[in-house]
């Protein structure tokens, strides 16, 4: 059973930065697509950016220019480096796996963006 640990989100000022990182329990090169995913309280979950096991990535047109996916494959981590960060960044973030036709999400980090 892959599992995904998130870690790096917390408290930040608006125009700051945080990297999220995202730890598989397996090779990376076992896993098709692995994302980060952000849900606000009272909306629903939103793609931020994913990254394929070739490197090809995609972001939300919104935040392009401000948040960048990487992936560490000797780690089996991916992170997720938020710059200029907005109150309206304010969320959970959620690692997500794709494994063929499977998902599988970490427990969220919350990141809290004060203005």
């Known amino acids: 059973q892959l599992q995904l640990v998130e870690s790096g989100g917390g408290l930040v000022q608006a125009g700051g930065s945080l990297r999220l990182s995202c730890a598989a329990s397996t090779s990376m090169f076992s896993i098709n697509m692995m994302g980060w995913f952000r849900q606000a309280p009272g909306k629903q979950r939103e793609l931020v950016a994913v990254?394929?096991?070739?490197?090809?990535?995609n972001y939300a047109d919104s935040l392009k220019g401000r948040f960048t996916i990487s992936r560490d494959n000797a780690k089996n981590t991916v992170f997720l480096q938020m710059n200029s960060l907005k109150p309206e960044d304010t969320a959970v973030y959620y690692c997500?796996?794709?494994?063929?036709?499977?998902?599988?999400w970490g427990q969220g980090t919350q990141v809290t963006v004060s203005s």
């Open positions: 990254i394929a096991r070739g490197g090809i990535t």
């Open positions: 997500r796996a794709t494994v063929s036709l499977k998902e599988y």
